[in-house]
């Protein structure tokens, strides 16, 4: 024991102490109170068991009296601990004892400056990677942007490392008027890099404008600068408009539009500070209910708002990556100090698009950078868990939150991840009270100062030893280079059982029952099939899809009898489907406009499900308008009607094509004025109004999402204004040269055919109590003809593109929307897009250049 200690220990050992213990039987042994432990044996158990609890992971202590004294120890990890000790004074010591030890202030006496772990050396780098390492690895980082030592001395921002990652135009001069303008000298700075468009997400604090309007045009010109060549860039504020203008009352507040004009600031408020930890304190409360009353328990788990804090978390996270991503913007991310939920937000934002920072090594370096380096207060927000009764000062559990979010996407994306759930209890409990220093001190300055690097041991070094590793590794992970798109909606968001409930028997129990679940899984593949086939065909959907043999049907089929049998799903059309089609499955003659025929098909083959494709297209309707009107809107209403009499699942797609010029065009919500000036989008807006005026008036069970461009390579251009993007892939890989009947800076949303296809499955499948609406937009990515041709170019440099703009489908295009927003879709049901342009672009010309082989066809090879 060291002598330091000495007098906070007033008994060290007790001797028949009773000791219980989450998911233990109660067992009798021996106390003992370190300087830094309390250390429990039992005697009565012939391998001499021990409990060895580090003092600084005690939240609270509660001691009762009676015939004997009693101990409640609450610890930051949710165990809960009761110690029986015989006598009153015995008891009272160690009860002094663990509140003092487990509350020492000074940072040199705690227990990490004395642990001595005998596989492991202070030699080695502290830490996973320094900055100058990251930045060197980052490859087209240097071209744009530099290393700065500006904070060399800590003497720019305390709460920053020495060096950080700036434009490379700014010199360190200005960084330093820029830091007084920003709270805490946190001015904005590089964390993340995209490498498929070079666009950046940085982070800083508020701007320190006051009620007076304070310039600083340094930071003006610092983000002018962050945006390059791009047209805007977007400030994700992670507080609410109110509290952004309320902080300008106390000298804060957030960027001008009049000032930072090429910024475009978006507000998603999140709460933090106080409110956060009685949310968890809330919830853990919620946890500990032993009622068994689930109605209490559903009602204390939803007052909590633990949950809405994760689910704004990763849907403001979605937000950041998705203007990076897929509208290719730059991103600045901050609240207030920028310190805590601009951290969360970016990390999150990474995770998703980022490939690399989802191994465990990835995992781990991205949280050295971004909360360890990047200055989160850890001793201040970790000072106290749930339990304690001390008065709430700077507690916060954000870096609880970071790993509740990251779980949840660990859970959508079980093979998307590198790294276990335990990784994730490990750190949860390693913030909180540790055998090492890295969460120990709440900056670098701090750090430094007191000898952190050079006295204690990295936990994250220690995480990738050879005999952890294996431990904290998802054996399921396989690597993919597409960004994973967490579905927000609450019914997508679920509870963190394995920590928050990870000490109660029902938790032990379920456990238990997943692994005997998984192994029965694995063991009886062959009955799981035998079942399936013998579930009676008229409890899966039976679908008609007209119009089946146009550039969707044909796919969507495929999609739907894999999932619920090849007979229950019938394509129709009112022409001759090719062999393999006519092979694949069902296939009907049917002509939308012959009521009593489609009406006998529907009964005779007791159709729930109608997907109803069959209509002209924008140009073809255009230069056909009788024909358009009678197809589109006289089919319709056969469908409409049929569906109400049947009690059918109605599906009717609409169109980027419903939208006209007085639309709102970037981007364009879902209830907006619509005024399209196509027979085509004429009649979709006259559906989608018919659908719910059914639905409200009658009850008819329809959907409909209004797709933007899509693009197919197993179908030919079908006379769509958006088909170019289809056509200039087969002339790239036959002549070389594409005709574009659009100008080349129009720019049209677009979506990959499988993304179409799965949203509309998902879309059918989701219960009505989820939706709504009745009509949503779906979005993936939005680009030009110039655009998509320099991606093609990445693969076929020489290909030529010419323009020739037809006046027709130039007229259309110019009408319609830049972008969609799908926030509604996403929101509701969880729709999330798996193609981007660089995924589109390789798959269109790998496909294509399948085709034509396979065909016999040239390839052009320049």
């Given at each position: 024991?060291?002598?330091?200690f000495?007098?906070?220990?007033?008994?060290?050992?007790?001797?028949?102490?009773?000791?219980?213990?989450?998911?233990?039987?109660?067992?009798?042994?021996t106390?003992?109170?370190?300087?830094?432990?309390?250390?429990?044996?039992?005697?009565?158990?012939?391998?001499?068991?021990?409990?060895?609890?580090?003092?600084?992971?005690?939240?609270?202590?509660?001691?009762?009296s009676?015939?004997?004294?009693?101990?409640?120890?609450?610890?930051?990890?949710?165990?809960?601990?009761?110690?029986?000790?015989?006598?009153?004074?015995?008891?009272?010591?160690?009860?002094?004892?663990?509140?003092?030890?487990?509350?020492?202030?000074?940072?040199?006496?705690?227990y990490?400056?004395?642990?001595?772990?005998?596989?492991?050396?202070?030699?080695?780098?502290?830490?996973?990677s320094?900055?100058?390492?990251f930045?060197?690895?980052?490859?087209?980082?240097?071209?744009?942007?530099?290393?700065?030592?500006?904070?060399?001395?800590?003497?720019v921002?305390?709460?920053?490392?020495t060096?950080?990652?700036?434009?490379?135009?700014?010199?360190?001069?200005?960084?330093?008027?820029?830091?007084?303008?920003?709270?805490?000298?946190?001015?904005?700075?590089?964390?993340?890099?995209?490498?498929?468009?070079?666009?950046?997400?940085?982070?800083?604090?508020?701007?320190?404008?006051?009620?007076?309007?304070?310039?600083c045009?340094?930071?003006?010109?610092?983000?002018?600068?962050?945006?390059?060549?791009?047209?805007?860039?977007?400030?994700?504020?992670?507080r609410?408009?109110?509290?952004?203008?309320?902080?300008?009352?106390?000298g804060?507040?957030?960027?001008?539009?009049?000032?930072?004009?090429?910024?475009?600031?978006?507000?998603?408020?999140?709460?933090?500070?106080?409110?956060?930890?009685?949310?968890?304190?809330?919830?853990?409360?919620?946890?500990?209910?032993?009622?068994?009353?689930?109605?209490?328990?559903?009602?204390?788990?939803?007052?909590?708002?633990?949950?809405?804090?994760?689910?704004?978390?990763?849907?403001?996270?979605?937000?950041v990556?998705?203007?990076?991503?897929?509208?290719?913007?730059?991103v600045?991310?901050?609240?207030?100090?920028?310190?805590?939920?601009?951290?969360?937000?970016?990390?999150?934002?990474?995770?998703?698009?980022?490939?690399?920072?989802?191994?465990?090594?990835?995992f781990?370096?991205?949280?050295?950078?971004?909360?360890?380096?990047?200055?989160?207060?850890?001793?201040?927000?970790?000072?106290?868990?749930?339990?304690?009764?001390?008065?709430?000062?700077?507690?916060?559990?954000?870096?609880?939150?970071?790993?509740?979010?990251?779980?949840?996407?660990?859970?959508?994306?079980?093979?998307?991840?590198?790294?276990?759930?335990?990784?994730?209890?490990?750190?949860?409990?390693?913030?909180?009270?540790?055998?090492?220093?890295?969460?120990?001190?709440?900056?670098?300055?701090?750090?430094?100062?007191?000898?952190?690097?050079?006295?204690?041991?990295?936990?994250?070094?220690?995480?990738?030893?050879?005999?952890?590793?294996?431990?904290?590794i998802?054996p399921?992970?396989?690597?993919t280079?597409?960004?994973?798109?967490?579905?927000?909606?609450?019914?997508?968001?679920?509870?963190?059982?394995g920590?928050?409930?990870r000490?109660?028997?029902?938790?032990?129990?379920?456990?238990?029952a997943?692994?005997?679940?998984?192994?029965?899984?694995?063991?009886?593949?062959?009955s799981?099939?035998?079942?399936?086939?013998?579930?009676?065909?008229?409890?899966?959907?039976?679908?008609?899809?007209?119009?089946?043999?146009?550039?969707?049907?044909?796919?969507?089929?495929?999609?739907?009898?894999?999932?619920?049998?090849?007979?229950?799903?019938?394509?129709s059309?009112?022409?001759?489907?090719?062999?393999?089609?006519?092979?694949?499955?069902?296939?009907?003659?049917?002509?939308?406009?012959?009521?009593?025929?489609?009406?006998?098909?529907?009964?005779?083959?007791?159709?729930t499900?109608?997907?109803?494709?069959?209509?002209?297209?924008?140009?073809?309707?255009?230069?056909?308008?009788?024909?358009?009107?009678?197809?589109?809107?006289?089919?319709?209403?056969?469908?409409?009607?049929?569906a109400?009499e049947?009690?059918?699942?109605?599906?009717?797609?609409?169109?980027?094509?419903?939208?006209?010029?007085?639309?709102?065009r970037?981007?364009?919500?879902?209830?907006c004025?619509?005024?399209?000036?196509?027979?085509?989008?004429?009649?979709?807006?006259?559906?989608?109004?018919?659908?719910?005026?059914?639905?409200?008036?009658?009850?008819?069970?329809?959907r409909?999402?209004?797709?933007?461009?899509?693009?197919?390579?197993?179908?030919?251009?079908?006379?769509?204004?958006?088909?170019?993007?289809?056509?200039?892939?087969?002339?790239?890989l036959?002549?070389?040269?594409?005709?574009?009947?659009?100008?080349?800076?129009?720019?049209?949303?677009?979506?990959?055919?499988?993304?179409?296809?799965?949203?509309?499955?998902?879309?059918?499948?989701?219960?009505?109590?989820?939706?709504?609406?009745?009509?949503?937009?779906?979005a993936?990515?939005?680009?030009?003809?110039?655009?998509?041709?320099?991606?093609i170019?990445?693969?076929?440099p020489?290909?030529?593109?010419?323009?020739?703009?037809?006046?027709?489908?130039?007229?259309?295009?110019?009408?319609?929307?830049?972008?969609?927003?799908?926030?509604?879709?996403?929101?509701?049901?969880?729709?999330a897009?798996?193609?981007?342009?660089?995924?589109?672009?390789?798959?269109?010309?790998?496909?294509?250049?399948?085709?034509?082989?396979?065909?016999?066809?040239?390839?052009?090879?320049?």
């Amino acid at each position: 024991m060291l002598m330091e200690f000495s007098e906070h220990i007033k008994t060290a050992n007790v001797e028949d102490v009773v000791l219980r213990q989450p998911l233990h039987p109660p067992s009798r042994g021996t106390l003992c109170i370190t300087g830094h432990h309390l250390l429990f044996s039992d005697r009565e158990d012939q391998s001499c068991s021990q409990v060895l609890l580090l003092l600084r992971n005690i939240d609270a202590v509660e001691k009762r009296s009676g015939s004997t004294g009693t101990i409640t120890i609450k610890c930051k990890d949710l165990r809960v601990l009761q110690i029986d000790i015989p006598g009153m004074e015995q008891c009272l010591n160690i009860a002094h004892s663990i509140e003092t030890l487990s509350n020492l202030e000074s940072v040199p006496e705690m227990y990490p400056f004395f642990y001595k772990p005998s596989d492991q050396s202070l030699d080695r780098q502290w830490g996973l990677s320094t900055l100058e390492q990251f930045f060197q690895e980052t490859k087209g980082l240097a071209s744009q942007w530099r290393l700065s030592t500006v904070n060399k001395h800590y003497s720019v921002c305390p709460s920053y490392p020495t060096s950080v990652i700036v434009p490379k135009c700014i010199n360190d001069e200005t960084l330093k008027k820029v830091a007084k303008f920003r709270q805490g000298g946190r001015f904005p700075v590089l964390c993340y890099y995209h490498h498929k468009n070079g666009m950046v997400i940085m982070r800083s604090s508020q701007p320190l404008m006051g009620a007076n309007k304070k310039r600083c045009a340094e930071d003006e010109r610092l983000l002018e600068a962050v945006i390059g060549n791009s047209d805007k860039g977007y400030i994700i504020d992670t507080r609410s408009i109110q509290q952004s203008q309320q902080a300008r009352m106390t000298g804060g507040g957030f960027e001008s539009k009049s000032c930072y004009s090429s910024w475009r600031r978006l507000h998603r408020h999140m709460e933090k500070g106080k409110s956060l930890q009685e949310s968890l304190i809330k919830l853990v409360e919620a946890c500990g209910d032993e009622s068994h009353n689930m109605d209490r328990w559903l009602s204390k788990l939803e007052n909590s708002k633990w949950l809405s804090h994760v689910q704004t978390a990763l849907s403001t996270a979605g937000l950041v990556a998705e203007c990076v991503e897929r509208d290719g913007h730059s991103v600045l991310v901050h609240g207030s100090e920028g310190t805590d939920s601009s951290l969360l937000i970016s990390t999150l934002a990474q995770l998703i698009m980022d490939p690399s920072s989802r191994t465990l090594d990835g995992f781990l370096g991205l949280l050295d950078r971004e909360w360890v380096q990047a200055g989160h207060p850890f001793r201040k927000r970790c000072a106290h868990s749930a339990y304690s009764h001390a008065r709430l000062q700077q507690e916060s559990p954000v870096f609880l939150l970071l790993l509740d979010c990251v779980w949840q996407l660990w859970r959508q994306f079980p093979l998307a991840l590198g790294f276990s759930e335990a990784l994730l209890l490990k750190l949860a409990t390693e913030a909180y009270s540790s055998n090492y220093g890295t969460f120990l001190c709440n900056t670098e300055q701090e750090r430094y100062a007191l000898g952190i690097k050079q006295k204690t041991y990295c936990l994250f070094q220690a995480l990738l030893g050879p005999m952890n590793r294996e431990v904290y590794i998802n054996p399921l992970y396989e690597h993919t280079d597409l960004a994973i798109w967490p579905s927000v909606h609450p019914q997508s968001l679920q509870l963190w059982r394995g920590f928050f409930l990870r000490w109660t028997p029902q938790n032990q129990h379920l456990e238990e029952a997943q692994k005997e679940i998984k192994n029965m899984i694995i063991e009886q593949t062959s009955s799981w099939n035998k079942l399936e086939n013998s579930v009676s065909s008229q409890e899966k959907p039976r679908v008609l899809i007209t119009g089946g043999l146009g550039q969707l049907g044909v796919g969507l089929a495929e999609i739907l009898r894999k999932q619920y049998g090849t007979n229950n799903v019938i394509l129709s059309d009112v022409k001759k489907p090719p062999p393999h089609v006519f092979r694949s499955g069902p296939f009907v003659y049917a002509d939308v406009l012959d009521y009593k025929h489609l009406r006998e098909l529907i009964i005779n083959n007791q159709i729930t499900w109608l997907v109803h494709y069959s209509a002209l297209l924008s140009a073809v309707g255009e230069a056909n308008v009788a024909l358009a009107r009678k197809i589109n809107i006289t089919g319709l209403h056969n469908v409409l009607d049929l569906a109400l009499e049947n009690s059918l699942r109605l599906f009717v797609p609409s169109t980027i094509g419903a939208f006209g010029p007085s639309s709102p065009r970037d981007p364009v919500p879902d209830l907006c004025v619509q005024r399209p000036r196509t027979i085509y989008g004429v009649s979709k807006v006259h559906g989608e109004l018919m659908g719910e005026y059914l639905h409200h008036k009658h009850g008819l069970d329809f959907r409909c999402l209004r797709y933007p461009g899509v693009i197919s390579a197993n179908t030919q251009p079908g006379g769509g204004t958006t088909d170019y993007a289809v056509q200039i892939f087969h002339d790239a890989l036959s002549t070389g040269h594409h005709e574009c009947y659009l100008r080349p800076d129009t720019r049209l949303p677009m979506m990959h055919i499988s993304d179409c296809h799965r949203a509309t499955v998902e879309f059918m499948e989701a219960p009505e109590c989820q939706l709504s609406l009745r009509t949503y937009n779906i979005a993936a990515m939005s680009f030009t003809p110039e655009e998509v041709a320099q991606e093609i170019r990445k693969h076929l440099p020489q290909l030529k593109i010419t323009y020739s703009p037809d006046s027709v489908r130039q007229t259309i295009a110019d009408s319609w929307p830049v972008r969609f927003d799908d926030s509604n879709a996403r929101r509701d049901w969880g729709w999330a897009p798996a193609f981007g342009l660089e995924e589109l672009v390789s798959d269109m010309l790998h496909t294509i250049r399948n085709k034509r082989t396979n065909e016999g066809l040239p390839i052009n090879s320049l």
